[in-house]
C-alpha cells in the first residue's frame, strides 16, 4: 500500500508542476518542457502504479486511513482484488497513452495549445481514476469521482479552435453532471439508510431497507454509473467526445475511464447483495440492458464513415457485453448457479481487460492514420498498409481482437460470458431458459456484426488503392514514434495464448465482487476448472496455428531467397484499368446490411444511379444520425434552455425588488410552516 501512495503523491507532484508551467508565458521552451515533464512524469507514475499492484499478493486486502479535515466522510482506502484488476487499464493504458501522447504533442504548434494545462489534466483524471477505484468512504469517492469527471472535460477541449470540439466537450460535461446528481442521490440516500459515509460492512443496516428503498438504490446506482460506462440511453457522449478529443486522450478515455462506470456497478450490486435481498429482476435488467445497448452500438457503429466514431461506437457495444455479463451472473448467483455465476461476472471482468488492450491500440492506430493521413474519414484512404505497414500490423491485431478471433484476447472473454448464457437450460423455469438463450442469441449476432464491422475498418482503411489525396501523400510513420503501439499489441496476443492465467486473475476479482455461499462457490471451482481447461485447448491451438504461420513465411523466405519477385497490380490480371472507383466504400460495405437493419440502425440512404445503357456518375451516401440524441436529448436540452432564458426576466439588476422577492419567500415559507 506504501507504493501506491507514493503514486499517488507523484500524481499530485506532477500535477503541481504542470500547473506552474501552464501559466508560464507560452514560448516554445515551455512547451517542451511541459511536454516532457507531462510525458515522462505520467508515464513513471503508472509504472510506479504497476508495481504497487503486483509487488503484494493480488487476493491481499490491505487498507488505510490517512488525515481528513472535513466534518463528514473519511479519507480510506482499500486495494483488493476487485480493485486490482480495474487499475491494470488505468495505469497500464495512461502508460502507453502517456509516452505515445508525449511523442505526437512534438508536432503540434506550441502557439496554438497549452500543454501544461493538457497535461495538468492529464494527471488530474490519472489520480481521480486511482482514488475512485480504491475509495471506501462515499464522501471521497464523490470527490474523487468528480475529479475524474471534470478533468476529461478540457482533454477533450485540447482543438478548441474546432466548433464541433467545444460542442463535443460541453456534451461530455452535461452528460457526466447528470450522471452525477443519480450518483449524489444514490449515495445520500445510502447514508440515510446505513447512517454513515463508510463503503465497507454496510450489509447488516441495509438488511433492514424495504425491497422498494433496494430498488430506488439499485436504480440510481444503474443511471449514475451507467452514464459514464455509456450504456444506452446514455451514450450520447461517447461518440462526440472520442472523435474530437486527441487520439491518447481517446485511448484513455475509452480503455480505462469507462471502466469506472462498469466498476461502480459491480461494487454497488456486491454492497446490495450483502443485505441478502437482492432482487432477480435486477439481473435481468442489466442482461437486457447490455443486450439493447450492444445491439445499438454494433448497428449505430457499421453505418459510421469516421474511423474514431466507429470505435466510439464499438465501445459502446462492448460495454454492453460487459454488462450482459454481469447481468447473468448475477442472475446466476440470485438462482443459486455457481457456474453462471462465476462464469458471467468473470467473463465480464476479463472482456473488460480485454477491452482496455485492444480499443487502447486501435484509438492509438487512428491517431496516427490522422497524422499521417489529415483525415479518418475511410471514403478518403485506402492503401495506407503500403506507407504505414507497422501501423496497418498493429491495426489488423487490434481488429482481430476485437472481432473475438482467437487466438487474440477477445475471444477468451466472450467465450467465459457465452459459457454462462448456454448454461441457461439449467435454472428453473422456461422463461428464465429462453430468456438466457435469447439474449445469446443476440451476443452471437453483435459478433457477427463485429467481425464484420472491423473486416469493412481496416479493409477500406488500410488496403487497396489511395481513394484521395489525403492516403497518396501520406508520410510514413518511423519505429521511434511507433514502438509504444507495440505494447498493447503484445498484450491483445498474450491475453489470448495466456488467457488462463488472466481468467484467474478475474475469477479472483469475481469472488470479491460478489461474494458466494459455500455450495456456489463449490460449483465454481467445479466451472473455474472447466473453463481454464477450454481456455488452455484454445491457447495451444493459437501457439500451433501462429508457430505454423511463422514456418511458412520463413519456408517462403528460403524458397524465394535468390530469385527475382515481380510485383503487379491486383486483378490485373483481370481488369488492366483499375481504379480506386471500382472498390468498395464505406457505404457500400454497409448497404446491406441496411436492407435488414436500416430501421434498428437509423440510416438515411440516399442513392443516385443511372439505369442508362451508358450511365453517369451514379452517387450512394448512407448517413446514420443519433436518433436518441436528435429526437430526445436536443428538444429537451433546448426547452430547458429556452425555460432558463425565461427566466432571466427577474434578473433585471434592480435591487428593490430582489428585496422583494425575498420578502415574497420568506412569507411563502412562514404561511407554508403554520399550515404544516
Known amino acids: 500500500m506504501t507504493l501506491f501512495l507514493w503514486t499517488l503523491c507523484l500524481l499530485v507532484a506532477g500535477a503541481s508542476l504542470c500547473a506552474i508551467l501552464a501559466v508560464c508565458p507560452s514560448v516554445s521552451a515551455t512547451a517542451r518542457a511541459a511536454n516532457l515533464i507531462g510525458a515522462l512524469g505520467s508515464a513513471t507514475a503508472c509504472l510506479l502504479g504497476l508495481v504497487a499492484l503486483v509487488c503484494s499478493p493480488w487476493n491481499a486486502s490491505l487498507s488505510v486511513h490517512l488525515p481528513w479535515g472535513l466534518p463528514v466522510g473519511a479519507c480510506a482506502l482499500g486495494l483488493d482484488a476487485l480493485s486490482r484488476l480495474f487499475l491494470l487499464p488505468v495505469f497500464g493504458l495512461g502508460f502507453v497513452c502517456a509516452v505515445s501522447g508525449g511523442l505526437s504533442l512534438r508536432h503540434e504548434r506550441p502557439e496554438m495549445h497549452n500543454f501544461g494545462a493538457h497535461w495538468l489534466f492529464y494527471f488530474l483524471l490519472l489520480l481521480g481514476l486511482a482514488l ?93 454509473f451507467g452514464a459514464k460506462a455509456g450504456l444506452a440511453p446514455l451514450h450520447i457522449w461517447l461518440p462526440e467526445a472520442h472523435p474530437a478529443a486527441p487520439s491518447h486522450v481517446s485511448a484513455l478515455l475509452s480503455g480505462a475511464m469507462i471502466n469506472a462506470g462498469l466498476y461502480g456497478i459491480v461494487r454497488s450490486l456486491g454492497l446490495l447483495s450483502q443485505a441478502g435481498n437482492a432482487q432477480e429482476w435486477w439481473g435481468w435488467s442489466l442482461l437486457f440492458l447490455g443486450l439493447g445497448t450492444g445491439v445499438m452500438g454494433i448497428l449505430k457503429a457499421t453505418a459510421q464513415s469516421n474511423l474514431k466514431r466507429l470505435l466510439a461506437y464499438s465501445s459502446v457495444e462492448n460495454m454492453g457485453l460487459m454488462t450482459m455479463g454481469l447481468g447473468v451472473g448475477y442472475i446466476g448467483h440470485i438462482c443459486g448457479n455457481g457456474w453462471i455465476a462465476v462464469m458471467g461476472v468473470s467473463g465480464a471482468l476479463l472482456h473488460m481487460c480485454n477491452h482496455a488492450a485492444f480499443k487502447g491500440l486501435l484509438f492509438l492506430c487512428a491517431g496516427e492514420v490522422l497524422h499521417a493521413c489529415g483525415t479518418v474519414r475511410m471514403g478518403q484512404l485506402g492503401g495506407v498498409q503500403k506507407k504505414m505497414p507497422l501501423v496497418g500490423i498493429a491495426f489488423a491485431i487490434g481488429a482481430a ?10 475471444f477468451a472473454g466472450e467465450l467465459l460470458i457465452a459459457f454462462s448464457l448456454l448454461d441457461g437450460p439449467s435454472l428453473n423455469g422456461v422463461e428464465r431458459q429462453m430468456g438466457l438463450l435469447v439474449s445469446f442469441a443476440g451476443m452471437a449476432c453483435i459478433s457477427g456484426l463485429a467481425a464484420a464491422l472491423y473486416a469493412k475498418a481496416y479493409g477500406i482503411t488500410f488496403l487497396g488503392q489511395p481513394r484521395s489525396g489525403f492516403a497518396v501523400n501520406a508520410h510514413p510513420a518511423t519505429w521511434r514514434t511507433l514502438w509504444p503501439l507495440s505494447l498493447p499489441a503484445a498484450v491483445c496476443l498474450a491475453g489470448g495464448l495466456a488467457a488462463p492465467a488472466f481468467f484467474k486473475l478475474a475469477v479472483s476479482a469475481a469472488h470479491c465482487a460478489l461474494p458466494l455461499s459455500d455450495v456456489l462457490s463449490a460449483q465454481g471451482h467445479n466451472a473455474l476448472r472447466q473453463a481454464e481447461h477450454s481456455l488452455t485447448v484454445v491457447s495451444c491451438v493459437g501457439c500451433v496455428g501462429i508457430a505454423l504461420v511463422v514456418a511458412i513465411l520463413f519456408i517462403r523466405k528460403i524458397l524465394l531467397r535468390g530469385r527475382r519477385v515481380k510485383a503487379v497490380p491486383t486483378w490485373s490480371c483481370g481488369f488492366q484499368a483499375a481504379s480506386p472507383r471500382v472498390q468498395y466504400t464505406d457505404a457500400a460495405f454497409s448497404e446491406p446490411m441496411a436492407r435488414i437493419f436500416g430501421r434498428a440502425m437509423g440510416l438515411k440512404v440516399d442513392v443516385h444511379q443511372d439505369v442508362q445503357l451508358f450511365p453517369q456518375d451514379g452517387f450512394l451516401a448512407i448517413m446514420a444520425p443519433d436518433r436518441l440524441r436528435t429526437k430526445l436529448f436536443t428538444p429537451l436540452f433546448q426547452a430547458v434552455e429556452s425555460l432558463c432564458n425565461a427566466c432571466k426576466i427577474m434578473q433585471h439588476g434592480k435591487i428593490h425588488l430582489y428585496i422583494l422577492y425575498m420578502l415574497a419567500t420568506v412569507v411563502g415559507l412562514l404561511i407554508w410552516g403554520l399550515r404544516v
Open 132 to 224: 475512485v477505484m480504491t475509495s471506501r468512504d462515499a464522501v471521497l469517492f464523490m470527490l474523487a469521482w468528480e475529479l475524474m469527471s471534470l478533468a476529461p472535460f478540457f482533454l477533450i477541449d485540447f482543438n478548441d479552435g474546432d466548433s464541433k470540439v467545444r460542442d463535443a466537450s460541453w456534451v461530455y460535461l452535461t452528460a457526466a453532471h447528470l450522471g452525477a446528481v443519480a450518483l449524489m442521490a444514490f449515495f445520500v440516500l445510502l447514508w440515510q439508510t446505513t447512517g454513515q459515509t463508510s463503503l465497507d460492512n454496510v450489509g447488516p443496516a441495509l438488511s433492514q431497507a424495504t425491497p422498494g428503498l433496494q430498488a430506488a438504490l439499485f436504480v440510481l446506482c444503474v443511471l449514475g
Open 401 to 410: 481482437s476485437i472481432a473475438c478471433l482467437p487466438p487474440c484476447n477477445g
